[in-house]
């Protein structure tokens, strides 16, 4: 279940990630007037494999190699540490093994 609350006057989301198997999870759908903006995340592995971030048209990072039951946190920031174009939905992409975490997304022009 998703958490939406408000701070430092951002309204945040915090999209919680548990992949069956590897593959597309679409994180936050495609808004017509804002961008989506991660601001942090805390994401493990089932297995060795990687993971990413899509906007379903563009890659927004790269592929991050994730060791088995590894994983890693993006402290949370101000200052987002990627984000999607308006009007393209935020995914996350894994390979080989299923992620587990959750991201913190802010939505905003």
Do not use: W
């Not at 597309?24 to 804002?34: C, E, F, H, K």
């Not at 942090?40 to 994730?66: I, P, R």
């Not at 994983?71 to 390979?95: C, D, K, Q």
Request: proline share 4%.
């Amino acid at each position: 279940m998703r958490k939406v609350t408000v701070s430092y006057g951002k309204k945040l989301t915090y999209v919680p990630v548990a992949q069956s198997a590897a593959g597309t999870t679409v994180l936050l759908t495609a808004s017509d007037t804002n961008k989506h903006k991660v601001l942090g995340c805390v994401l493990t592995m089932s297995v060795v494999g990687t993971l990413q971030f899509t906007d379903g048209t563009a890659d927004l990072t790269g592929a991050m190699n994730v060791a088995e039951t590894g994983g890693f946190v993006l402290p949370t920031s101000i200052v987002p540490y990627t984000e999607t174009v308006v009007g393209r939905a935020l995914n996350l992409v894994t390979t080989l093994g299923a992620a587990r975490g959750v991201v913190i997304v802010s939505t905003e022009p």
